[in-house]
């Protein structure tokens, strides 16, 4: 079975589906048509609904939908996306879309995000759909295009015009099943419930344009946007503690001095940096950030800029409102209140689900026969996935998969949309047999 989901995982990496984020680029076509080749007779059942939708040219996804045998039954929506982020292919050892197996490592854009997964999907599916007893409520593997960009041609696009495609109480998709130190028996494993929130901002500036030979008593635009950029820069959003973070603290492993520290709002921010290389997954996990990433100013060398812009990536926590984005703005950019202006109102809130639900359960039940004594280190992701479209339609959405020990959370996270991205094959066994154990019970087929 796992070695299915290597040639299917190889064969997906050498498509090359890379989303630029442009409505041309993407060609997700080519993993839907590898995914049904690999499918083959078995979308020919009778149990066995397909769709693929393309929404433009080459953005292509594919649906398989195999009916349960109790429609009242719970249903399962396996979610994978099969396009990958760009590569700068002078910082690969080896070729980023050969899928080369080099030292027990399948190599290539989408090894970790996340067409291993994906790839691991697929064949359970197939297994459930060529098992004697079809599974108990209907099981859905969805290949989905344009994750990388928002989902527009993908997820987003299906959601919005064919929902009743994607349509599940449960969905499994990315980031989950990772070891925080897999040194110790006893290792926080990563399942994810939930994931940030986006509001894009822009804030205009403005000065007074004059002639750059005499600078002195100017009031540039480019100034103040520098200003501003450090002032954000500076004065980080103040902590939240969310349901989720103490529980991935306890995870941790740290002293109780620590421990307690890190879920007191008060002492939170100080004691972060001793979270070493996990201190930036700490603090978005439990702040809104706000990164100012585009910075523009001046046209020609010889005017001094009247006008400037800061686009702001800001990510809040599930909870946190447009009024609170607002607010914060307001407070940090108060001294320059009389020159700038905010644009942007897009609001993506963050979202999570239930613990303790029964596919909650049995994903612990399943980590557990693999790592008896792991712990769940419960989080949200710090960016956004196509889970936030299926909780918007009422689902329990997690993050799954099963890593090896070679591959703890810090360096999982090191390779997403890093230079050489690669799995291990123990990874891609783990997250197979993982995967099915889940999804199709012990017995082999579908529960
Ligand atoms: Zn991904």
Same mark, same amino acid.
Not at 43 to 55: A, F, G, M, Y
Not at 216 to 242: D, F, H, K, Q, T
Not at 312 to 332: F, H, K, M, Y
Not at 431 to 446: I, K, N, Q, S, Y
């Given at each position: 079975? =796992?070695?299915?989901?290597?040639?299917?995982?190889?064969?997906?990496?050498?498509?090359?589906?890379?989303?630029?984020?442009?409505?041309?680029?993407?060609?997700?076509?080519?993993?839907?048509? #590898? !995914?049904?080749?690999?499918?083959?007779?078995?979308? $020919? =059942?009778?149990?066995?609904?397909?769709?693929?939708?393309?929404?433009?040219?080459?953005?292509?996804?594919?649906?398989?939908?195999?009916?349960?045998?109790?429609?009242?039954?719970?249903?399962?929506?396996? !979610?994978?996306?099969?396009?990958?982020?760009?590569?700068?292919?002078?910082?690969?050892?080896?070729?980023?879309?050969?899928?080369?197996?080099?030292?027990? $490592?399948?190599?290539?854009?989408?090894?970790?995000?996340?067409? #291993?997964?994906?790839?691991?999907?697929?064949?359970?599916?197939?297994?459930?759909?060529? =098992? $004697?007893?079809?599974?108990?409520?209907?099981?859905? %593997?969805?290949?989905?295009?344009? +994750?990388?960009?928002?989902?527009? %041609?993908?997820?987003?696009?299906?959601? +919005?015009?064919?929902?009743?495609?994607?349509?599940?109480?449960?969905?499994?998709?990315?980031?989950?099943?990772?070891?925080?130190?897999?040194?110790?028996?006893?290792?926080?494993?990563?399942?994810?419930?939930?994931?940030?929130?986006?509001?894009?901002?822009?804030?205009?500036?403005?000065?007074?344009?004059?002639?750059?030979?005499?600078?002195?008593?100017?009031?540039?635009?480019?100034?103040?946007?520098?200003?501003?950029?450090?002032?954000?820069?500076?004065?980080?959003? *103040?902590?939240?503690? !969310?349901?989720?973070? *103490?529980? %991935?603290?306890?995870?941790?492993?740290?002293?109780?001095?620590?421990?307690?520290?890190?879920?007191? *709002?008060?002492?939170?921010?100080?004691?972060?940096?001793?979270?070493?290389?996990?201190?930036?997954?700490?603090?978005?996990?439990?702040?809104? #950030?706000?990164?100012?990433?585009?910075?523009?100013?001046?046209?020609?060398?010889?005017?001094?800029?009247?006008?400037? #812009?800061?686009?702001?990536?800001?990510?809040?926590?599930?909870?946190?409102?447009?009024?609170?984005?607002?607010?914060?703005?307001?407070?940090?950019?108060?001294?320059?209140?009389?020159?700038?202006?905010?644009?942007? =109102?897009? %609001?993506?809130?963050?979202?999570?689900?239930?613990?303790?639900?029964?596919?909650?359960?049995?994903?612990?039940?399943?980590?557990?026969?693999?790592?008896?004594?792991?712990?769940?280190?419960?989080?949200?992701?710090?960016?956004?996935?196509?889970?936030?479209?299926?909780?918007?339609?009422?689902?329990?959405?997690?993050?799954?998969?099963?890593?090896?020990?070679?591959?703890?959370?810090?360096?999982?996270?090191?390779?997403?949309?890093?230079?050489?991205?690669?799995?291990? !094959?123990?990874?891609?066994?783990?997250?197979?047999?993982?995967?099915?154990?889940?999804?199709?019970?012990?017995?082999?087929?579908?529960?």
């Amino acid at each position: 079975m =796992s070695d299915e989901t290597t040639s299917l995982l190889q064969a997906l990496i050498r498509n090359a589906a890379v989303n630029h984020g442009t409505p041309d680029s993407g060609n997700e076509i080519l993993n839907v048509r #590898t !995914l049904e080749a690999y499918f083959g007779e078995a979308l $020919e =059942s009778p149990r066995v609904t397909t769709d693929v939708v393309e929404p433009h040219p080459g953005r292509a996804s594919l649906i398989v939908r195999v009916a349960g045998r109790d429609a009242s039954a719970r249903s399962i929506l396996l !979610l994978g996306h099969i396009d990958v982020v760009p590569v700068e292919k002078a910082g690969w050892m080896h070729g980023p879309f050969s899928g080369e197996i080099v030292d027990g $490592e399948v190599w290539g854009r989408g090894a970790v995000d996340m067409l #291993t997964l994906t790839a691991a999907m697929a064949v359970i599916t197939k297994r459930a759909i060529e =098992s $004697e007893q079809p599974p108990l409520g209907d099981l859905i %593997f969805a290949a989905v295009a344009d +994750e990388e960009a928002g989902g527009d %041609f993908g997820t987003g696009w299906i959601v +919005e015009h064919h929902p009743e495609l994607l349509r599940a109480d449960d969905v499994l998709t990315e980031q989950g099943g990772v070891l925080l130190d897999p040194s110790r028996a006893d290792s926080g494993i990563t399942i994810g419930i939930g994931e940030k929130g986006r509001a894009p901002r822009r804030i205009h500036v403005t000065g007074v344009p004059a002639h750059a030979a005499v600078p002195w008593g100017s009031r540039s635009a480019a100034e103040a946007a520098s200003e501003i950029v450090l002032a954000l820069l500076r004065n980080p959003a *103040p902590p939240m503690v !969310l349901p989720y973070w *103490p529980e %991935f603290v306890s995870a941790l492993h740290l002293d109780s001095d620590t421990a307690e520290a890190l879920v007191d *709002p008060e002492r939170l921010d100080a004691v972060l940096p001793e979270l070493g290389s996990l201190a930036g997954l700490g603090h978005a996990l439990t702040h809104m #950030t706000v990164s100012p990433n585009v910075v523009r100013a001046g046209e020609k060398l010889n005017v001094i800029p009247g006008e400037a #812009t800061v686009d702001l990536d800001i990510r809040v926590l599930p909870g946190q409102t447009e009024a609170d984005v607002d607010a914060w703005l307001r407070q940090v950019l108060e001294p320059w209140q009389d020159v700038i202006r905010i644009s942007g =109102s897009e %609001f993506t809130p963050g979202n999570t689900s239930p613990t303790g639900t029964e596919l909650y359960n049995r994903i612990l039940e399943v980590f557990a026969r693999h790592y008896p004594d792991a712990i769940p280190a419960v989080g949200i992701g710090p960016g956004g996935s196509d889970g936030r479209f299926l909780r918007a339609l009422g689902a329990n959405v997690y993050g799954f998969g099963l890593i090896s020990k070679r591959l703890p959370l810090v360096e999982f996270r090191n390779r997403l949309h890093a230079h050489n991205e690669r799995i291990d !094959l123990e990874s891609i066994d783990l997250t197979t047999r993982a995967l099915a154990e889940v999804v199709l019970g012990d017995a082999g087929h579908a529960r």
